[in-house]
């Protein structure tokens, strides 16, 4: 039976193979969370605040910058610094390279419809 | 965009980066190990999905995740999340064996595992959408409206099935073994997933204490988490779990003693950068200063962390303080292999490798069984004895521990934790010791296994070394006794020969016997009987020893009675002799015999000759030239035929003359080349002594016979009796 043979090799060898992905990912991930996770900690990359918090291109909530610059919980966002607004790892993108004092440019419909 | 965050506090922020980033850590490769050490195992692959959850205790975290990573995050944090319910869930369905709800239900696991993918992949599609491409959806949330109470309802009811499924499991457990890997799994996800409830969720709310206040409850609660996962991967990876009760005294032993030195370690390190550096280069502004007390940190730090450092020093001191039998257990036990051929006693022998075996390895129980004539007989015992099967013992040829279990050691069962240890001989086995388990109930180790082959090797040669010295000094003893026998009997013989030679006018007498083995069968006497006459006898009985010297007594008894009972002539008398020894006698044993009657009156010698060597009578010659007269006379030897006839001989004696009567021990005397001395040679020392006294001419004789052995062993008893007459007719 030329075949069970094979088959028994290789059976380990997918799960090895499947253990080494997985733990490929998940410490690749273990990397990504520490560094991420230390520079926020620290303030490492003098990051600015984030003024609201997003859920899509829903504002769920807003500091008091946002507000006081016309932003309002419940607005939707549809354009950030002059780009169409796709999803929130755009926001997350501008926010990453943004230095405190720099302004952000939105254009957003609150609950009325307004723009 | 609003200014920076307020930087988080040194001390806070470090106790984020230790459950954020280092419990996750250990969690991740303790699962990693698991599923690396058991990757058929179903339930190793459960673990290791549990032990990446804690990589999702950071909610929080996407927002300071770098833009490049973002979509691994969202993936792997989405995979997680909604994998480890269902892998609890399985746990419980699965582990150890198929629960009774997996063999009711069969098609549930694969219900749940294609539930958990649908919800990964619409949750996926949801986060996409959010993160990535808000035109995937008109609505955000349209899918979150639906799939978050269903992924937490099912999430709930997994764990819940998971406690159902653990306490199920731990009723219907078939196997003890599987019994105390639940009790074990239980008593962790009690303490590691209980703790997590009460100090994280019930004291909160319940505003008892807050983790976020109470520091030293938020630490204590990460300590009691990590029991959870560290049950998990113990109740897999293990090949026979122990008790609760025993995994705690070792861990609390371990604690106490070896851990105490990473702990002092830690708590110094920690101690050192909390108090000294943290606050120095917090509020240092003059360089020098700073420089300074970070040498002085970095010494310390090296003392701290280098090899053979004080706190390693400790931890030496701690295990051979504490464990000292444990930590040395493979030395221990080569020392004993090598010291048990040393020992002589074998009761001190086994006593010594039992007690020690039974220290080392903490064994309770052991049974040392010996063989004695065929059978296997308890020798020696420490606690109740065990049970052994003789018939295996019977068949061993190897001094290889057999499990002693009921299929008959043929093959290791895990579960038997007993052991029968052969003590193998060089030819056969001599024995046997028979191991209950150990006290922690772990099984034996190859390692161990592999030391007590070699222990009872060397016990087993110990034990043969001791039973030949203790054959040896038994025989010694016997040969002692024989020594001492064979003495008194050369006691009692020597006062067979006549202790004091008849005194008669004229005529010198002297004989002597020298015997091999001191005891032998050359007889001479000489005495009175008659009216007057002088009784001369010399004899040779077959053979050596005891039974050729029981044989001269008896001729001796016989000829002393006869000679004074009877008057009756010599040859008649022989011919009684001869009747009674052969009577008195075994049939292959007899006597040569001569016996001689000298009347001093008459200067008349009768003698009969029951084929003995025959007496010499030497007489000079007036021109100083011997005469060798030959007591000659044909007759058979004494005790081999039942009737004997004998003739009598007779001969005058002049004075001067010599009678000279030996046995063939002295004639047959041999030298180292295995010459023999003979008759003309003994008759010529006899003449060059011929002017000196009997006594002096038998002392000649023999000096001249070991003269020409010259040292070579005396192979025959030797005896000769001279007589020296001058008296005149």
């Known amino acids: 039976m030329p075949n069970s043979g094979s088959t028994n090799v290789a059976t380990p060898r997918i799960l090895y193979a499947l253990l080494f992905l997985y733990a490929a990912i998940a410490g690749t991930y273990e990397i990504a969370n520490s560094v991420s996770t230390t520079i926020g900690t620290f303030n490492l990359r003098d990051q600015v605040q984030a003024p609201f918090q997003l859920y899509g291109n829903l504002i769920e909530s807003a500091e008091p910058a946002a507000v006081h610059a016309g932003v309002a919980k419940g607005d939707t966002i549809l354009v950030i610094d002059h780009l169409p607004f796709t999803g929130q790892a755009l926001w997350q993108r501008i926010r990453w390279y943004a230095r405190p004092g720099d302004a952000v440019t939105l254009l957003v419909r609150n609950r009325t419809g307004r723009h | ?471 040896l000094a038994a025989v010694a003893v016997e040969q002692a006794n024989i020594a001492r026998e064979i003495e008194v009997a050369r006691e009692v013989q020597e006062r067979l020969f006549p202790q004091r030679l008849p005194a008669i006018q004229g005529v010198d007498i002297a004989g002597a016997c020298r015997t091999v083995f001191g005891v032998g069968g050359d007889y001479y006497d000489a005495f009175e009987f008659g009216e007057g006459c002088l009784g001369l006898a010399i004899g040779d009985v077959s053979g050596k020893g005891i039974s050729a010297a029981l044989l001269m007594a008896s001729l001796r008894a016989c000829l002393r009675t006869m000679t004074r009972t009877t008057s009756s002539k010599l040859t008649q008398l022989m011919s009684h002799l001869n009747r009674l020894i052969y009577e008195a006698s075994a049939i292959n044993r007899y006597a040569t015999f001569f016996f001689g009657s000298f009347d001093p009156g008459a200067s008349r010698f009768d003698y009969v000759n029951a084929g003995h060597n025959p007496p010499v009578v030497l007489r000079k010659s007036p021109n100083g030239s011997y005469e060798w007269i030959r007591l000659d006379c044909d007759g058979p030897v004494v005790g081999l035929l039942p009737e004997a006839s004998y003739e009598q001989g007779s001969v005058v004696i002049h004075p001067g003359d010599l009678l000279i009567a030996y046995t063939d021990g002295v004639s047959e005397a041999m030298n180292s080349a295995d010459e023999e001395w003979g008759e003309e040679a003994m008759i010529v020392a006899a003449e060059q002594a011929s002017d000196r006294n009997a006594e002096e001419i038998v002392k000649a004789i023999f000096a001249a016979a070991d003269v020409f052995s010259a040292g070579a062993s005396q192979h025959d008893d030797m005896t000769v009796l001279v007589m020296r007459c001058s008296c005149t007719r």
């Open chain 2, 1 to 471: 965009m609003e200014d920076p965050p307020v930087p988080t506090a040194v001390p806070e922020a470090i106790l984020t980066l230790v459950v954020i980033l280092v419990i996750p850590l250990f969690c991740l490769l303790l699962g990693v190990w698991v599923a690396l050490a058991r990757p058929f195992d179903p339930n190793a692959w459960f673990i290791l999905i549990l032990l990446t959850y804690p990589q999702n205790m950071n909610p929080g975290a996407h927002r300071w995740w770098i833009p490049a990573w973002l979509t691994l995050r969202l993936f792997w944090h989405l995979l997680i999340q909604f994998l480890v319910p269902a892998a609890l869930f399985l746990l419980g369905l699965l582990f150890p064996v198929r629960s009774r709800l997996d063999k009711a239900l069969p098609w549930l696991k694969w219900l749940v595992i294609a539930l958990t993918g649908s919800m990964v992949i619409a949750a996926f599609a949801s986060e996409y959408n959010v993160w990535c491409d808000l035109s995937l959806l008109p609505r955000v949330d349209a899918i979150d409206r639906f799939l978050n109470p269903v992924f937490i309802w099912s999430a709930l009811f997994y764990v819940a099935l998971y406690w159902v499924l653990l306490f199920d499991q731990l009723r219907s457990a078939s196997s003890p073994d599987a019994r105390r890997r639940l009790r074990v799994l239980l008593a962790g996800s009690v303490v590691g997933l209980g703790s997590i409830l009460v100090i994280f969720g019930l004291l909160p709310y319940l505003g008892i204490a807050d983790p976020d206040v109470n520091r030293w409850l938020l630490f204590l609660g990460l300590i009691l988490m990590l029991f959870y996962p560290l049950t998990l991967a113990y109740v897999v990876i293990v090949q026979r779990a122990m008790d609760v009760h025993i995994l705690l005294r070792m861990g609390i032993k371990y604690l106490l003693a070896s851990a105490t030195v990473v702990v002092f370690r830690i708590a110094g390190l920690t101690a050192l950068i909390w108090f000294v550096a943290i606050p120095l280069f917090a509020h240092a502004h003059d360089r020098l200063t700073t420089t300074f007390w970070g040498t002085v940190l970095l010494l310390f730090g090296y003392l701290l962390l280098k090899k053979r450092s004080p706190t390693d020093l400790l931890q030496r001191w701690i295990d051979r303080k504490f464990f000292r039998e444990a930590y040395d257990a493979e030395v221990t036990l080569s020392q004993l292999a090598r010291t048990a051929q040393t020992i002589s006693d074998p009761a001190t022998l086994i006593q010594t490798v039992s007690q020690r075996i039974s220290d080392v390895l903490h064994v309770n129980r052991l049974t040392v069984l010996l063989c004695r004539n065929g059978n296997f007989e308890p020798s020696y015992a420490i606690g109740p004895a065990l049970e052994t099967p003789v018939r295996v013992l019977e068949q061993v040829q190897t001094a290889r521990p057999i499990f002693n279990s009921a299929n008959n050691g043929r093959t290791p069962d895990p579960e038997v934790r007993e052991l029968l240890l052969p003590l193998p001989g060089r030819t056969q086995l001599l024995g046997a010791m028979a191991l209950g388990p150990k006290r922690s109930e772990a099984p034996y180790t190859p390692s161990d296994l592999r030391l007590l082959e070699s222990v009872s090797v060397q016990t087993g040669l110990g034990l043969e070394l001791s039973e030949a010295a203790a054959s």
